[in-house]
């Protein structure tokens, strides 16, 4: 049985905010940043600083293997997953819950999960975020400067400038064992992805079915190593869909059959030392209500901030430190019920393990939480469950056809920030 918010899984009550009982904390013990260290440690590769999720696997996953399969499929939170049929059905055995990371927005939990680093480390603190280099608010799936016609890339800038700290692909556990990232065309060689997947080969497909076939002929003539298979298209039927619908099953089950025909169509051999893991990097919330950023209130907030910043339902805002008690109570009054809005201080801590905050001398060293500062926001607006920003331009409906936003993500509710994890033989998903 799958967990909901009505009967959720052991472990997950204790990430409740007692203040607001609609919110959960990432747990960066059990999160997206142990997806990479767990496939290496499959793969029999020491993950040494970077955590894994080995602690938390079910009884039926395997425990080593000499070929990872690794399926991030974008939104595909648990109610998502229950369109689904075989995966569903392996959950008890081979599936466990984990939670995503803050802000759960795209950009910083794929960060998270390639890298092995909260976001604190990593750098990608959000979506349309303030960047000290270059200077700006820049789109970080694009690596493009926000109304800037050239991308980063393209005006000649250097995008490891936009890295935080080395990540698990950074470093000898990544680069010493044979590893490929799959993605859709349009995607390889964006911002994101100069960022986040190391020196691992990129390979684009035009199509997911495209993608799983070059997946598999990868796993065939490889003898040990790592192919990773982003897929985009739950997260953006999601958007205009919701989770709900259940033409997402069409999707969910297409995805599911086609990891059958892969699993089929490989020798016995390579299919029994495959391990399968499947991870999300968030899951969706549902619109019903909308809070106005337009107008007169938009203009009021642009001439008093330095920039403004968007990670989905959460608000990022850079304000001189004159200016701060102002703006914050003019947040607090366009808000209301909606959400709650943070001083820095009291929202750094979603970004991290506790312990990166307590300058101990024995570990790695502390966060630089300036500069955590400067890209996360000196306020941050969380909004509550059923509630998304109104701005201009963000899929405006066109007649005779709706095409608004009706889920989105960003923020802390149980949706967004539970995901499920597999990890189970690739010989599980074979057609009988």
Same mark, same amino acid.
């Given at each position: 049985?799958?967990?909901?918010?009505?009967?959720?899984?052991?472990?997950?009550?204790?990430?409740?905010?007692?203040?607001?009982? $609609?919110?959960?904390?990432?747990?960066?013990?059990?999160?997206?940043?142990?997806?990479?260290?767990?496939?290496?440690?499959?793969?029999?590769?020491?993950?040494?600083?970077?955590?894994?999720?080995?602690?938390?696997?079910? &009884?039926?996953?395997?425990?080593?293997?000499?070929?990872?399969?690794?399926?991030?499929?974008?939104?595909?939170?648990?109610?998502?997953?229950?369109?689904?049929?075989?995966? &569903?059905?392996? +959950?008890?055995?081979?599936?466990?819950?984990?939670?995503?990371?803050?802000?759960?927005?795209?950009?910083?939990?794929?960060?998270?999960? @390639?890298?092995?680093?909260?976001?604190?480390?990593?750098?990608?603190?959000?979506?349309?975020?303030?960047?000290?280099?270059?200077?700006?608010?820049?789109?970080?799936?694009?690596?493009?400067?926000?109304? /800037?016609? /050239?991308?980063?890339?393209?005006?000649?800038?250097?995008?490891?400038?936009?890295?935080?700290?080395?990540? *698990?692909?950074?470093?000898?556990?990544?680069?010493?064992?044979?590893?490929?990232?799959?993605?859709?065309?349009? *995607?390889?060689?964006? #911002?994101?992805?100069?960022?986040? @997947?190391?020196?691992?080969?990129?390979?684009?497909?035009?199509?997911?079915?495209?993608?799983? *076939?070059?997946?598999?002929?990868?796993?065939?003539?490889?003898?040990?190593?790592?192919?990773?298979?982003?897929?985009?298209?739950?997260?953006?039927?999601? $958007?205009?869909?919701?989770?709900?619908?259940?033409?997402?099953?069409?999707?969910?089950?297409?995805?599911?059959?086609?990891?059958?025909?892969?699993?089929?169509?490989?020798?016995?051999?390579?299919?029994?030392?495959?391990?399968?893991?499947?991870?999300?990097?968030?899951?969706?919330? *549902?619109?019903?209500?909308?809070?106005?950023?337009?107008?007169?209130?938009?203009?009021?907030?642009?001439?008093?901030?330095?920039?403004?910043? +968007?990670?989905?339902?959460?608000? $990022?805002?850079?304000?001189?430190?004159?200016?701060?008690?102002?703006?914050?109570?003019?947040?607090?009054?366009?808000?209301?019920?909606?959400?709650?809005?943070?001083?820095?201080?009291?929202?750094?801590?979603?970004?991290?393990?506790?312990?990166?905050?307590? $300058?101990?001398?024995?570990?790695?060293?502390?966060?630089?939480? /300036?500069?955590?500062?400067?890209?996360?926001?000196?306020?941050?607006?969380?909004?509550?469950?059923?509630?998304?920003?109104?701005?201009? #331009?963000?899929?405006?409906? /066109?007649?005779? @056809?709706?095409?608004?936003?009706?889920?989105?993500?960003?923020?802390?509710?149980?949706?967004?920030? +539970?995901?499920?994890?597999?990890?189970?033989?690739? #010989?599980?998903?074979?057609?009988?």
């Amino acid at each position: 049985m799958l967990p909901t918010p009505e009967q959720p899984a052991e472990g997950m009550e204790a990430l409740r905010w007692p203040e607001a009982p $609609h919110w959960f904390r990432p747990h960066y013990g059990r999160s997206l940043t142990g997806v990479m260290g767990t496939l290496f440690h499959l793969l029999g590769r020491p993950t040494g600083e970077f955590p894994t999720l080995m602690a938390h696997l079910p &009884k039926g996953s395997p425990r080593k293997a000499k070929r990872v399969l690794l399926l991030c499929v974008d939104s595909l939170g648990f109610k998502e997953l229950g369109h689904s049929r075989q995966l &569903k059905a392996l +959950f008890p055995d081979c599936g466990t819950w984990i939670t995503s990371v803050f802000p759960t927005i795209t950009s910083c939990a794929l960060s998270s999960l @390639y890298q092995g680093l909260p976001p604190a480390r990593h750098g990608t603190l959000g979506h349309v975020i303030w960047r000290e280099f270059p200077g700006a608010v820049v789109d970080m799936l694009k690596g493009k400067v926000v109304r /800037a016609r /050239a991308t980063l890339q393209e005006a000649g800038c250097d995008l490891s400038l936009l890295r935080g700290a080395p990540g *698990i692909l950074d470093g000898p556990v990544g680069k010493n064992l044979p590893g490929y990232q799959l993605m859709d065309q349009a *995607i390889v060689g964006s #911002g994101l992805s100069e960022i986040i @997947y190391g020196e691992a080969p990129r390979v684009a497909f035009a199509d997911p079915l495209e993608g799983i *076939i070059k997946a598999g002929r990868i796993l065939e003539n490889m003898e040990t190593g790592w192919v990773s298979l982003y897929m985009a298209r739950v997260d953006t039927l999601t $958007h205009v869909l919701t989770g709900d619908a259940p033409q997402l099953g069409l999707v969910v089950q297409h995805l599911e059959a086609m990891l059958g025909m892969l699993a089929a169509s490989l020798p016995a051999k390579v299919l029994e030392e495959t391990a399968l893991l499947v991870a999300a990097d968030h899951g969706q919330n *549902i619109i019903r209500q909308r809070v106005p950023l337009q107008g007169e209130d938009l203009a009021w907030l642009e001439s008093h901030t330095r920039a403004l910043g +968007f990670s989905g339902r959460v608000l $990022h805002v850079y304000v001189n430190e004159a200016n701060e008690r102002a703006v914050k109570d003019r947040l607090v009054a366009l808000t209301g019920e909606a959400g709650r809005v943070f001083r820095f201080d009291e929202v750094v801590g979603l970004t991290g393990p506790a312990e990166l905050f307590r $300058h101990p001398a024995d570990v790695t060293p502390p966060v630089n939480l /300036a500069a955590v500062r400067r890209t996360l926001g000196d306020l941050v607006v969380v909004l509550d469950d059923g509630w998304n920003w109104e701005r201009r #331009g963000t899929l405006a409906p /066109a007649e005779p @056809y709706e095409s608004r936003l009706v889920s989105q993500h960003g923020a802390l509710t149980w949706h967004e920030v +539970f995901v499920p994890f597999f990890c189970a033989p690739l #010989g599980a998903l074979r057609p009988e």
